[in-house]
């Protein structure tokens, strides 16, 4: 079911998220590789196709935004007790990826992606949500907050910092 959404923005394009299709997995890939650049991260190929095989993954759920090419993509896995070790959680789906292309950041792509994600979670009986993010990325935390997820108070350490979690209580 695709999720529209016009931004508050003056300048804000309309924003259409779907499930990813198999034919945009190409699209979805050169968002992430881009929006890693951008950060400074780039990955090499052994990256590439372990991030190709998660969206492809059977029990995963890929998303993309559409403006009117492929803009975004996040992916929402199965959520796992003890912080993502132990065994699958049935009442929880785990954020694992958001993703914007660097040239429309900020510009009303992110939180519709999410905010479908969430529908989706709740349309799908989970009862919760996650995210971690780094402490230092103020606008992961900031779309999180607008879509109306809460810091948990967990942090775990990531190899240059902390990572937050995030989380939404779905009401059934």
Known sequence: MPHKWTGPGPYDQPVNVQSMRAEELPAALAV?????VARGAPHGPRRVERIRAKLSDP???????LRPGIVGM????PGRFEDGAGEIDPALLHIS??????????????LPLLLHVLE??????YDRVDVWTAREND????????AG???TGKTAPLRSGEQLQYEARLAQ
């Open 32 to 36: 992430w590789r881009e929006a890693n």
């Open 59 to 65: 029990d995963a759920l890929p998303f993309v935004a």
């Open 74 to 77: 996040a992916l929402a896995e």
């Open 97 to 110: 990826m958001v993703f914007v292309r660097p040239a429309v950041q900020r510009t009303g792509v992110g």
């Open 120 to 125: 989706v979670a709740r349309s799908l009986g």
């Open 139 to 146: 606008a992961a935390r900031g779309l999180y907050e607008r």
């Open 149 to 151: 997820m809460t810091f």
